[in-house]
């Protein structure tokens, strides 16, 4: 993984949420969607929904590693989910320059805030250096890590971890996307 520089990776993890708005304007700007990119789109965005929702309902954050479930494939299935999420509507919005521009923000912003987790994680749990030996940062192994206590999902802490903010905002981009093919 590319190596960012502590206060680079700061700075962005405290600029990511503010520069969403930004984001969702050139999305707006940018988007020439059609009814057969919706169609190839909305499938790729929604198997990234679904991976977060998973994530998110087996994720105890600060309190116990998780390993199991898609954590068992990948360090990073929320990551994974919003990568997914990003492509979907990019194919969606029928517009190579936001694939470019999300493919941009993951490597300058999301990446370095992996970094600052990740680093935060091996502070927490002492186990989670042999788990990132294990376990891909970002794409995921076939096989699950086999793993002592399982990581199932439950509903309490998908709400817990509001990752129903998730589903909101992709619900808006594909209503927005919706209302362009129709207006």
Known sequence: MIRFPKPYADMVARLRVPSGFLIVAVFAWFS???LFSLEI????????????AWA?????KDQHLATGGPYAHTRNPLYLGTLLVAAGLS????????GGLFAAVFIFVYLPVIQNEEGHLRRLFPEYAAYAD????LLPRL???PHKEPNPFRFALYLKNQEYN??????????????RILG
């Open 143 to 145: 096989t699950p890590l």
């Open 56 to 60: 998110a309902g087996c994720l105890k």
């Open 134 to 137: 294990a376990v891909p940062l």
């Open 91 to 98: 194919i969606a919005a029928r517009s190579p320059g936001l």
């Open 41 to 52: 789109g909305l499938p790729v965005s929604l198997v990234g929904l679904a991976l977060r």
């Open 32 to 34: 020439r969607p059609s």
């Open 166 to 179: 998730a589903g909101v905002g992709f619900a808006a981009g594909m209503l927005f996307l919706v209302w």
